[in-house]
C-alpha cells in the first residue's frame, strides 16, 4: 500500500510563488511515473506536469516557463514550483504515482487559491 500527501498550498496573490510537496509513504515500489494534476470548480481534471522513468518530462501549454518539478529521492518526495501565478491557477492540486505494475496511487489534494 502506498500514501501520498501533498502539502503547500494556501492563498497567494497574482505573481507569486508556492512550492508544493508530495511525500510518499508504505511500502516499497518501483516507480514508473509521477505526475501533478489539477481541478478547478466546474472544470475536468487537468495534467499539469509529468515526468516518466524513462526520463521524460512534460508540463502544460499553461503553466510551461513557470511551473518546475524536482523529485527527493531520499525523503520520498517531490515537488511542484509554481511561479508567476495567475488567477486561472486556482484549483486543487492533486500528486499521483503509476507503480511500474500499473497501479495508481492519489494525494488527498492541496487547495491553490490566486487572488489580490
Known amino acids: 500500500q502506498v500514501q501520498l500527501v501533498e502539502s503547500g498550498g494556501g492563498l497567494v496573490q497574482p505573481g507569486g510563488s508556492l512550492r508544493l510537496s508530495c511525500t510518499a509513504s508504505?511500502?516499497?515500489?518501483?516507480?514508473?511515473?509521477i505526475a501533478w494534476y489539477r481541478q478547478a470548480p466546474g472544470k475536468q481534471r487537468e495534467l499539469v506536469a509529468g515526468?516518466?522513468?524513462?526520463?521524460?518530462?512534460k508540463y502544460a501549454d499553461s503553466v510551461k516557463g513557470r511551473f518546475s518539478t524536482s523529485r527527493d529521492n531520499a525523503k520520498n518526495t517531490v515537488y511542484l514550483e509554481m511561479n508567476s501565478l495567475k488567477p486561472d491557477d486556482t484549483a486543487v492540486y492533486y500528486c499521483?504515482?503509476?507503480?511500474?505494475?500499473?497501479?495508481?496511487?492519489w494525494g488527498q489534494g492541496t487547495q491553490v487559491t490566486v487572488s489580490s
Open positions: 499521483e504515482v503509476k507503480q511500474s505494475t500499473g497501479i495508481e496511487s
Open positions: 508504505g511500502s516499497r515500489f518501483s516507480i514508473y511515473a
Open positions: 515526468f516518466i522513468s524513462d526520463g521524460s518530462l
